[in-house]
């Protein structure tokens, strides 16, 4: 049987309930991200989405997370769908009360039940019917032919795991001297590119078998401009103000160098080119969208406050496996000081890119 999900998965879920530190109370990063393309998403699903003739629409959100932005992206894909409705009804065809099946994905670790304690009253009103669906979205998912629109936020950029070779010692591509990939070292560069391919194909070959036959599959994420280098942005200079912060505190023997070096994120922002090769390289999908998105906080400097707020929700999960829970506030409220102290210089960085991908399923 191809692509079994393995029984144990690196998890490291965004901040769950609804607390000061949660994904919900700080993910609005995110949600701008999201509304930036809600009219290109609901015009591209008008134009694309084939007549599929049936009352039951299958709509699955990849790395849903917990909180308002999957609902509210859902709510617009449901929306739309409906608008669709109207539209063929009026020429006569599909006048049955549609059913929504939604299905929300995330790893294992999510924390599913703040997300279903908040679904909106029209879900309890048995008009959409919700499921969680744990599991690594790089696997199958979903029985085949089964899904009608797939789609993903802000996710991709995250791999299952960390390359091999950048945490071995004897390897060209050892990343001791950084936790990320920064672009400035082609072996480390190599390697990351090499997992995210591969990984971005298995994610790819997934939903090629779950999609029907003209499904559509939404990508929305972050990469980076071709040439411009991962330490050059401002996210990258933020992974090396941890960095220092952790370094700083193996020297006070709050952690060890052993396991400052031997941290790496699992996180890689492809060039834009490298992304496109990978989109088409699969052959099953049309790429009827891929373009660049004005991130609606691009331009302006986000204060030290939320960048410390986003970066403790999202990466609080992936340094506490690595670190263990003694070490995890204390790194980021270390890391919101530094950054009080040293605020990041937006003029002098380069900006990294919003990207967002309508796909067709082509008929087999
Ligand atoms: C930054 S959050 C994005 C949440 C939501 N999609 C949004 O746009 O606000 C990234 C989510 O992707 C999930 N994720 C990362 N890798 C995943 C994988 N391999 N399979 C399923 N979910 C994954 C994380 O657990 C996390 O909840």
Redesign the pocket.
Known sequence: MANRMPTS?H????IGGDGPHS?IRN?SY??A??ESVRTKTREAILAKTPNFDLNIYKIA?????V?S??LD?VQNIIETLKLKRQQEENKGDNNEHPEFHVFF???PD?DFNTLFKTLPQYYLDREVFACGVP????HQLFSRNSLHIGH????LH?L?TTPEDVCNQNSQAWNKNSIHCTNLVNEVTQAYKKLFEKEIGAFIEARTQELVSGGLMII?GWCLPDGVKMIRTWKGVVFDMIEDCLIHMAKSGITSVEKVESFNLPIYFPQFNELKEVMEKNGCFTIEIMEEVKHPMEDMPLSNDFIASIFRT?MHGVIEEHFGDGVVDELLDRFAKELTKHPIDFKDCQKDMQYFIFLKRKTD
């Open positions: 998965i998890s490291y879920p965004m994904y993910s995110q949600k991200a999201i959100d990849f790395g849903c997370s909180g932005n999957t992206v994905n995330d790893k999510n599991g690594s979205f790089y993903t936020s802000n996710t995250w299952s929305l999202t």
